[in-house]
């Protein structure tokens, strides 16, 4: 049952120096990693280990057409997912540096977190039994892991390998470890609080990854090929074959008499099948070139799954003579910087390409395209139809974004060798550039499809970012470089302001410009002399390394790596004091504001968050209030129950929803007119099923968005 309580209840008129300006998390758009370390399959649902973006999950139901379907965010902030195993409704993700986090997956599209055994060691593999996990975590052995409560998970035993556990495959009474140059550990593990050694195998190559099959171990050792290893006698294990590839193998997996070993030469990439039914005539039955890097292999039905430097490859092996890619789900990069344009935000991949964002609901943002460019992209930058990207040694990317959800590449600027292109501003028809070699240059780009170079000079420091304003550019990089563009065909350098950490971003709000000075903090200028730049403050109140910054009014926004955003009143330059902050899940490269909402390029995901003032109950001015906002709910994260407000700063008929994370409304706990003032309600949701949820005000002019997560 629902209580509504309607209340003359108004928000303080003003800030104060503490921290009274509330930035809540709306939502989160995921799927920009770089590496995959790990892999589960259980069906047609892939769980992966994504490196610093924790934990994805995939649908590989048409290997044609891989794509996420779900992600935990809160595995690897300044560490990274290396291995994942599944066990029913849980995942149990081994983390750098941190131990074991078991995730509950038992809605796919909606993992969380349930609990965490800490360890100081790194799990590279993990196989399951019953309640019990073993873990290869390098030079530290082997880790047992009782986890029969999920929430209460616990290290019972652990063993010195004497080498690197690199891989682990276990059946009820033996664990065989691929135990690095140590070669094959093979351990009894019947009684898992009680593991002895029964034998070894070690031919003093770099056993990387194993697989076992009946009496049958097989393993990718390195310079040597496949090995395969008789372990019938588990106390006497035996050579019984090799098979030589060209190159390092670093995988291996078998099925039907047939191995598929990954082997990696000459920054090169080769796939082969092997018939292993006679382990003394061990012969090539067909092979796959031409991927990069190449890792470990996984397998679902006639499909192999392997890893390389594109992306997760899917290849047909129903014709083991004539492997076919059929599939290939294509590494993203990670959101490192990000401009918006109307209801859209164009988002820089640090490896790939650049990807556009539908965001006109920001509680449901959603990928109108991504283009995949095979570079480095270090910004981009939109005029009407057309997207301009800094693409490093590739120049400068003309893209036409007339279609978003089709964008079309119309042709590429170079500088002809004098310098790569780092960054791009676009104002008034013309594009101002920077790059290496100490570059800054103006382009014309009236006509897209032929860009003409009016002017250029040379800064006296390595420039990372330019910011425009008037007839000034204030480049960042090495401190902060101001060039007059008042004469386009001329611009002329007048001043640096030399700094000790790299300047990554600047703002200008008058005649005062904001630095995110890296590792120094957030440092003041007053540039009304731009000849001769003064300071007027600097905050490096541990803020971390400040890597964006924008201002709006008096209120600064910094972004900083791994401490998230911090918001500053700077009414005073001289005197800025802190006054709301918030942790972002990943590493806080860029930032936009639109209206009350903060977007972050957090380089796992690409963050929304609404700011706000916050309520303070008991003390209240007399007049109406002036904004209409949800509220964050109390408790959150909750069990069955929590507390939901809103206020209205006019009457109106509003409507209050609850979405589940497939955007499908499950729950309308408000609909009608509605007076001005606080209102509250409590929330009933002992039966829906766990996971995050997304509240959404509407109506009256206002829509505001709550993320909360629901706990069983």
Known sequence: MLLLIFLALLLPASLNAQQNIAIEQVSLLHDYWSNLYGMSIDGNTAYTAMGISGLQVLDISDPANTYPIGFCDTLAENHYALSVAVSGSIALVGVSGIGTRLVDITDPSSPYELSTCEQTVTPLAIAIRGEYAFEAVGDSGLRVVYFDDPADPFEINSFDTQGEAKDIVIDDTYAYVANGIAGLLILNIEDPWNIFEVGSYDNRTDFNDIDVLDDRVYTANASRGLTIIDVENPANPRLLGEFDTPGYATGVIVADELAYVSDFRDGFGNFFVIDVSDADSLHEVGALHDFSYIGEIYKKDEKLYVWDDTGLNAVDVSNPANPNRVGRYARRGNAANLTLYQDMAFVAMERGGFQIVDISNLARPRELSFLN????????????????????????????????????????????????????????????????????????????????????????????????????????????????????????????????????????????????????????????????????????????????????????????????????????????????????????????????????????????????????????????????????????????????????????????????????????????????????????????????????????????????????
């Open 373 to 712: 460019l095979n570079a480095r992209v270090w910004d981009v930058a939109v005029r009407e139809d057309y997207a301009f990207v800094a693409g490093g040694d590739n120049g400068m990317y003309i893209i036409d974004v007339r279609n978003p959800a089709n964008p079309s590449p119309m042709g590429r600027y170079t500088l002809g060798g004098r310098s790569s292109v780092t960054d791009v501003e676009i104002s008034e028809g013309l594009a101002y550039i920077i790059g290496t070699a100490n570059y800054f240059g103006i382009v014309d780009i009236e006509d897209p499809t032929n860009p003409i170079e009016v002017g250029w000079c040379e800064v006296r420091a390595v420039s990372l970012s330019t910011t425009v304003n008037n007839n000034l550019a204030f480049l960042s990089g090495d401190g902060m470089s101001i060039v007059d563009i008042s004469e386009p065909t001329s611009p002329r350098h007048i001043s640096t302001f030399e700094t000790r950490a790299p300047v990554q971003d600047v703002a200008i709000s008058g005649d005062v410009a904001f630095l995110a000075n890296d590792w120094e903090g957030l440092r003041i200028l007053d540039i009304s002399d731009p000849n001769s730049p003064q300071e007027l403050s600097l905050f490096d109140d541990s803020l971390g390394m400040v890597m964006g910054v924008s201002v709006r009014d008096n209120l600064a926004f910094v972004v900083n790596d791994f401490s998230g955003i911090s918001m500053f009143d700077v009414s005073d330059p001289n005197h800025p004091q802190i006054v709301g902050s918030h942790d972002t899940p990943g590493i806080a490269m860029d930032l936009e504001l639109m209206n009350d909402n903060i977007i972050v390029a957090d380089y796992t995901n690409l963050g929304f968050y609404n700011f706000h003032e916050r309520e303070v109950r008991g003390q209240y001015d007399t007049e109406l209030p002036r904004t209409s906002v949800l509220f964050p709910t109390y408790p959150n994260p909750f069990n069955s129950q929590t507390e939901v407000s809103f206020i209205l700063s006019n009457p109106a008929i509003v409507s209050l929803k609850v979405f589940n994370a497939n955007g499908l409304e499950t729950v309308r706990l408000w609909n009608g007119w509605t007076p001005a003032g606080v209102h509250r309600l409590n929330w009933e949701a002992s039966n829906l099923s766990a996971g995050p949820y997304y509240l959404q005000l509407s109506g009256g002019g206002v829509e505001s968005t709550r993320r909360v997560l629901l706990l069983k």
